[in-house]
């Protein structure tokens, strides 16, 4: 495990000065924040439902039996909560008992789920709205990276998209 761990952050200190990168892109449409603690998550998520309008696309690539297990209540909130937005809201989600269960009533919760094939492991969750890109790892570390770059954000509606239509 410790080994995982380390190579993990291995990957991210290589790849974290790209990241750093794109924050001068266009000026100051351009930004990116790193957190690396569950309060930062939550303060991440905090700002998504505060910047969130009706009819916005809400794009989630997720595994919900292990991104619920980080704070249970504070997810179960944000989702009561985001439904009440009328949103475009589309999952890829891996296939899970907790995710054939959303997939039962998606439509409450003005969504649309598709599953994915049962071989597919994640160990981030990715949203991607109309403004930004959040990634955050469901594992520990728990890391989350928000970037808020137009033509990044484009490039993941775009590659969400194309899965969509796979699956």
């Known amino acids: ?52 309008k009706n009819g916005d696309n809400y794009y989630v690539i997720g595994d919900p039996e292990r991104y619920n297990t980080s704070d249970i209540e504070f997810f179960k909130d944000f989702i009561r909560k985001r439904i009440r937005i009328n949103l475009n809201a589309k999952m890829l989600l891996t296939y899970s008992p907790l995710a054939l269960e959303y997939k039962k009533y998606e439509l409450n919760f003005g969504e649309k789920i598709h599953i994915l094939p049962s071989e597919v492991k994640l160990d981030i969750n990715f949203i991607v709205t109309d403004k930004k890109l959040i990634v955050n790892q469901i594992i520990e570390p728990h890391i989350t990276l928000v970037i808020e770059n137009k033509s990044i954000v484009k490039m993941q509606q775009i590659l969400f998209e194309l899965l969509w239509e796979k699956y």
């Not at 495990?1 to 993990?8: A, F, T, V």
């Not at 974290?16 to 303060?43: C, V, W």
């Open 1 to 52: 495990m410790e080994n995982i761990l380390e190579e993990r952050n291995r990957e991210f200190k290589e790849l974290f000065p790209e990241f750093k990168a794109l924050y001068n892109l266009e000026g100051n449409q351009s930004m990116i924040k790193y957190h690396d603690t569950i309060d930062g998550l939550r303060n991440v998520y905090r700002e998504l439902l505060s910047e969130l």
